[in-house]
Nanobody
Framework: QVQPVESGGGLVQAGGSLRLSCAAS????????MGWFRQGSGKEREFVAR????????YYADSAKGRFTISRDSAKNTVYLQMNNLKPEDTAVYYC??????????????WGQGTQVTVSS
């Protein structure tokens, strides 16, 4: 089971950018489709983006299309989420996890600590 460690969140104004990182602790991400999820205050956790292994095929939630880019660096065992043109509704704690390819649901029930993204208007 992968153990993700997320980082890169922060406070940014609307229209700004952030780059999130997800590093593996204890096991490689190799072989897994990896993805990002987010959970806003009082909301359920939702899928944001995923990237396959090894083809690096990507898929995004409608809310992320055209603004977010997911990528992975196998040598660094890290998955990234570049977020541009951020909106206040992107405010959430962002998590990464292995992803089920058939439905983009998280593969594991355990989560890292996440990284907080706050977008001010």
């Amino acid at each position: 089971q992968v153990q993700p460690v997320e980082s890169g969140g922060g406070l940014v104004q609307a229209g700004g950018s952030l780059r999130l990182s997800c590093a593996a602790s204890g096991r490689t991400f190799g072989g897994y489709t990896m993805g990002w999820f987010r959970q806003g205050s009082g909301k359920e956790r939702e899928f944001v983006a995923r990237i396959t292994w090894p083809a690096r095929s990507t898929y995004y939630a409608d809310s992320a299309k055209g603004r977010f880019t997911i990528s992975r660096d196998s040598a660094k065992n890290t998955v990234y989420l570049q977020m541009n043109n951020l909106k206040p509704e992107d405010t959430a704690v962002y998590y990464c996890n292995a992803v089920r390819l058939e439905d983009s649901r998280p593969m594991y029930d355990t989560w890292g600590q996440g990284t907080q993204v706050t977008v001010s208007s």
